[in-house]
């Protein structure tokens, strides 16, 4: 139960990123999924936003602009203790509003819209213990593919990717544990360092995340707190003499909550939002993720 | 107590059917939307070509421009007028005569709108004329929360064009993805203004140099974030 949980909370990039929505994060856990037995979710995530956190962490206003991915996520277990996973943002939406005149009503700089696939994640979980530990321990790689789209529209400014190959190593601990005579409940700690191409700063994830399985364990309650740092090893703005929409050196802390439901069996539902509440070059409003899945353990 | 859905097959279809439609359907809903600005400045009329004084007996052309009440130049009607026509007098068009040695202020009014705008400038009448040095200045400063700062000089190198000079105290975030510089006489929009180019320098004394511009063609500097419309900063361009 608990796995299954860990897994169907991994795959929501919990915050938007700069114009670069989607990003999942492989961050479910130490739980390794079964030979055979798998998680898959078709799900949507949004964030509309028309403030970012500037390089000083002050919000400053921007031309509002959205973020819709629909994707598909999937786990699945190879063999015991290895598990391949695959999140697929195979609809990504960007768009910028209309800048209107308040004076004149006169539309200045038309809105636009891209829809194209969106980056995409695979990886590979191994799990370092045996099914069942006290400790489980796992490390897991994750290879960012850029499918999405770096500079769309007509002044290049819509994007459904950053255009650069990331290489994700994290490691994750958890614990699983009863709460109360009925519920269980559970806890894990995830490191991760990504390293990015194309001159993009190499990054350091830290992740912590708690739930409880509430009715028979068919209502989960998770909470998860993520914390990304930039290493600012990359270029700026400084060393772009194109007029590429280059932004980089992007962290945040962010707090998602989430409730999955098991509706019959494995089939279930889920909904989440979450949000930084300190950022550098990052949006600040609330992202949100609804969905469905199916749980092949159950 | 257990309350678990005990959901048919059959609705376990029907409802797997509507989520999938609900989020295909959120998919698709991100709307373009409208954002508005303030962008309302004071309309102006600018006297293009002042000049401190006319040699006696020459007559001189001057030109304006109205700016509205976004900043745009429009051609509108405006009066000349002249505080001494026996010293100066000037036409309908705005050529003026030096008839006598004295001065006397030259405007330019515009009474169209809602309230008249004017612009003067006192001449002279001497032995030659004298046109008012071509140099303006100004500071940059962030209205942002991006770091932007310096001192800036605009002077009329003539051949056309305008040399605009950020000194040795200029500094600008290196964080914003195509920051631009432009010209413009709205402070709150790149729209109708001078786009100067890609921000390259980021800190210490740098010039541009820019053909075809007149010294008082502009009123601010402005600096912008391109891609995505977020104003930085702006300089006034004082006299």
Known sequence: MVKSLINQTAQYGVLFVFLLAGTSLFAGGPWTQPKGKGYFKLSEYWIVFDQHYTDTGIPDPNTTTGIFNTGIYGEYGIVDRWTVMANIPFFSRNYMNNIVSGTTGETLIPGEAINTFGDTDIGIKYGLNKPGSKWPMALSLTFGIPLGEPAGGTQDNLQTGDGEFNQIIAYDIGKSYKVGKKSSGYSTFNAGFNNRTNKFSDEIRIGLETGVGLIEQDLWLILRVADWQSLKNGSTGADITSTSIFANNTEFTSVTLEAAYYIKGGFGVSAAFGGAFRGEIVAAAPSYNVGIFYDLNR | ?239
């Not at chain 2, 006696?56 to 002249?82: C, E």
């Not at chain 2, 001078?194 to 007149?214: C, K, M, N, P, Q």
């Not at chain 2, 601010?220 to 995505?228: A, G, Q």
């Open chain 2, 1 to 239: 107590m257990y309350y678990g859905c005990s959901c048919s097959t059959n609705q376990i279809i029907l409802y797997k059917y509507v989520l999938f439609g609900a989020i295909f359907g959120l998919g698709l809903s991100g709307c373009i939307g409208d954002d508005i600005i303030f962008d309302e400045v004071d309309p102006e009329i600018r006297i293009m070509n002042p000049v401190d004084s006319i040699a006696l007996g020459s007559s001189y052309q001057f030109f304006n421009v109205y700016f509205n009440n976004v900043g745009q130049p429009q051609t509108v009607p405006v009066a000349w007028s002249s505080s001494d026509p026996d010293v100066i007098s000037i036409n309908d068009d705005g050529l003026a005569a030096a008839l006598q040695n004295g001065s006397a202020i030259i405007s330019v009014t515009y009474s169209g709108g809602s309230v008249p705008v004017q612009a003067s400038v006192e001449v002279g009448v001497g032995e030659n004329t004298v046109i008012i040095p071509t140099f303006r200045y100004g500071t940059v400063i962030s209205t942002s929360s991006y770091l932007l700062e310096g001192d800036f000089e605009l002077e009329d190198i003539g051949g056309g064009a305008i040399e605009l000079r950020l000194a040795s105290n200029y500094k600008a975030s290196t964080s914003l993805p195509g920051l631009y510089i432009y010209l413009s006489n709205n402070p709150s929009t790149s729209v109708g203004a001078l786009e100067i180019g890609a921000v390259t320098v980021f800190s210490g004394a740098h010039s541009y140099t820019l053909d075809g511009v007149g010294i008082n063609d502009y009123a601010y500097v402005l600096y912008y974030c391109k891609p995505f419309n977020v104003k930085v900063g702006d300089g006034e361009i004082i006299n």
